[in-house]
């Protein structure tokens, strides 16, 4: 009998028995099944690969677990790639079959307390702390309507705790530039952090929270929990999917109005991406000063635009948007990945309505025509 024909009958025995079964009753009934003809060897690899599909990640468990590692992508049951930070690069991993990786992505699924199915062809969820020790955030697709076989898509979520004194030494920005950013913290300017995805911005904007003075309650809204800055008052409030029923959804708009009510000094916002935009800019423009999100946008001229487009979704027109966002941020800090490397490119200052955002400093130019903005706004 082949190692995944009598994976199949162990998995529909353990299936009947009750909670909290251990080695030696999966060693059991693997003896069973092969009438005591196994080797120790064998032995311990079916043991193995029971766990891992039943508490890890199944043969993706090793490079979740591996140094530096980002992103598990698979696009295939040959077709697996990793991402270290220096790109996507293909593994030797290889699933059996289409079966088996459906298998794996209805199980993580399950995992989020989300529903994948024929009728629900692709789940979005989040298992903290489940696999490799870590957070891992966790979307996989059906096929139909994937055109090329389940599709999964792991992000492992390392708490971004690094202090701007670590990012400093990374090469993310040169020592002049880390007396900049801690100044916008201590001015309390309201600043948003801008990149593309796994640039680093979640890293930088905990790294920001870090300086934010001790005595000052910090209001973090998130999807998932990343932001983990070095802070003794800081408060977490992350949204929630529907249920199977499709009921109890909460969603980031929700929660921006609630933390609204629990007397913060500073709101953050893990990443604006939908309406919750609208009830952020209200709040940093009644009082509520060096709040704080990030946003996805490539280069500084593209923020602007960004927020048009959340704008809209929240029910806010372009003239509106334009007039809040002029007054309720003051600064955006923009931050690239390029062959591996992160890095701070600009700091821009917004101003004007309609918005536009100039230049303060640039990795390539050094000090620009919006330097003195923002020295004048960090001088309060």
Excluded: Y
């Amino acid at each position: 009998m082949d190692d995944n024909a009598l994976l199949e009958r162990v998995r529909a025995k353990l299936a009947d028995l009750p909670e909290g079964q251990t080695h030696s009753d999966i060693a059991s009934i693997v003896r069973q099944e092969t009438a005591g003809v196994v080797s120790d060897v064998r032995m311990l690899d079916l043991l193995r690969r029971v766990r891992e599909e039943s508490v890890g990640a199944g043969i993706l468990d090793r490079l979740l677990r591996g140094a530096g590692v980002s992103d598990v992508l698979v696009a295939a049951p040959d077709r697996v790639w990793v991402d270290r930070g220096e790109g996507l690069a293909l593994t030797d991993v290889v699933f059996s079959g289409e079966e088996e990786v459906r298998s794996l992505a209805v199980r993580l699924a399950g995992r989020c307390g989300r529903r994948l199915d024929d009728a629900q062809p692709w789940a979005d969820g989040h298992i903290p702390g489940g696999i490799a020790g870590r957070g891992v955030r966790v979307h996989a697709v059906l096929s139909p309507p994937s055109g090329t076989g389940t599709q999964i898509s792991l992000r492992v979520l390392r708490p971004a705790r690094r202090g701007l004194e670590d990012l400093e030494r990374a090469g993310l920005f040169p020592a002049e530039v880390h007396a900049v950013l801690a100044d916008i913290v201590r001015a309390q300017l309201s600043f948003i952090v801008a990149g593309g995805t796994g640039a680093g911005k979640t890293t930088l904007l905990a790294a920001m929270l870090s300086q934010v003075p001790e005595e000052q309650r910090i209001l973090c809204i998130e999807d998932t929990p990343e932001l983990e800055p070095e802070h003794p008052h800081v408060v977490k409030l992350v949204t929630r999917a529907a249920n199977l029923e499709g009921a109890g959804a909460i969603g980031q708009q929700e929660l921006v109005r609630q933390a609204l009510r629990m007397r913060p000094d500073r709101i953050v916002v893990g990443e604006i991406r939908g309406g919750e935009v609208v009830d952020l800019l209200a709040a940093l423009n009644t009082g509520h000063r060096g709040g704080a999100g990030t946003i996805h946008a490539n280069r500084a001229g593209d923020v602007v635009a960004r927020f048009e487009a959340l704008g809209l979704i929240g029910g806010l027109d372009r003239e509106a948007l334009h007039s809040q966002l002029a007054s309720a941020v003051q600064v955006v800090l923009v931050v690239q990945r390029s062959s591996g490397v992160r890095r701070l490119a600009e700091i821009g200052v917004i101003v004007g309505v309609p918005p536009r955002i100039v230049t303060a400093w640039s990795v390539e130019g050094g000090a620009g025509e919006g330097w003195p903005l923002l020295q004048d706004l960090l001088r309060g």
